[in-house]
């Protein structure tokens, strides 16, 4: 009588087990390239972490290697702004330098605007000043709202605008982008006044493109009809005077970008109340 379930021969049980045997190097196999996998990009995470500490820390020494005193761009003013009367044309000056250890500690009267900030005469231009970061999307949207309508203001002669460039962001950026483009822009102020404007306008302009380095910056300026500014900006010379000017910022209790006054009072959104609460300071003095 045979059996239902006949006993494997001897070649089957080797068959098996040589089956057996190589399903288990496959799946050690596999073990092991996962494990080889993962130390692998355990490794190369490893040292993007470690490039991005010392990245930080070398950004971090270039910033505190920026002297507190330095040279003032022509037409830069004792509270580290420029001014445009025009289009083309900036407030003269006579400041040569500034010096952060010039600044007191704190504000006397933090409810007050910034030095420099007041209402203009009757008779004179609406004074604006403008405090705005290159590296802040706020910013260049207030330059887009707004651009059209300042330059024709200016042009009329029914405002001045004054820049107070500051670098509030350069904690965001691995490039000081902030810092670089103050400094790019009171390049620009010193070596071509004339040019100013639309340097500022290109620079805000480009923002969604991403930050911009010396060399793009330098061929921007170029581009808008300023000189060379490459060696302003290799050379630092008015990191000084950004660093100055967010300093004077931050002690005057500026707290964001973009912050704006309109013959001394400041606007609650820029962006969208700029245009209304300037027209009416001109119109008050029609």
Request: charged share 20%; proline share 5%.
């Amino acid at each position: 009588m045979s059996s239902s379930n006949p006993r494997p021969s001897k070649a089957q049980r080797k068959s098996e087990a040589r089956e057996q045997a190589r399903l288990a190097m496959e799946e050690r196999d596999r073990r092991q390239k996962r494990a080889s996998f993962l130390i692998k990009w355990g490794v190369v995470a490893a040292v993007i972490a470690i490039l991005v500490i010392i990245g930080l820390i070398v950004a971090g020494n270039i910033r505190s290697q920026v002297p507190e005193a330095g040279p003032a761009p022509a037409h830069g003013n004792e509270f580290g702004g420029i001014t445009l009367t025009s289009t083309t044309e900036l407030a003269a000056t006579d400041v040569q330098t500034v010096d952060i250890a010039t600044l007191p500690e704190e504000a006397a009267s933090p409810a007050d605007p910034p030095p420099g900030v007041s209402a203009a005469g009757a008779d004179e231009p609406v004074q604006v000043v403008a405090y705005v970061d290159v590296n802040c999307v706020h910013c260049a949207n207030f330059e887009r709202t707004h651009a059209e309508q300042i330059q024709t203001w200016l042009d009329e002669g029914a405002i001045t605008f004054e820049y107070r460039n500051v670098a509030y962001l350069d904690a965001n950026s691995q490039t000081d982008y902030s810092s670089r483009g103050a400094a790019a822009l009171a390049c620009v102020a010193d070596a071509s006044p004339g040019a100013y404007w639309d340097f500022s306008a290109a620079v805000f302009g480009n923002f969604e493109n991403g930050e911009l380095s010396d060399a793009e910056l330098a061929e921007l300026a170029a581009a808008v009809g300023a000189e060379d500014i490459s060696t302003c900006l290799a050379e630092g010379t008015f990191r000084p005077w950004a660093q100055f000017g967010t300093q004077a910022a931050e002690t005057y209790g500026v707290g964001g970008t973009p912050t704006v006054f309109v013959d001394g009072e400041e606007v609650p959104d820029a962006v969208s109340e700029f245009a209304a609460v300037t027209q009416a300071k001109i119109d008050e003095k029609s």
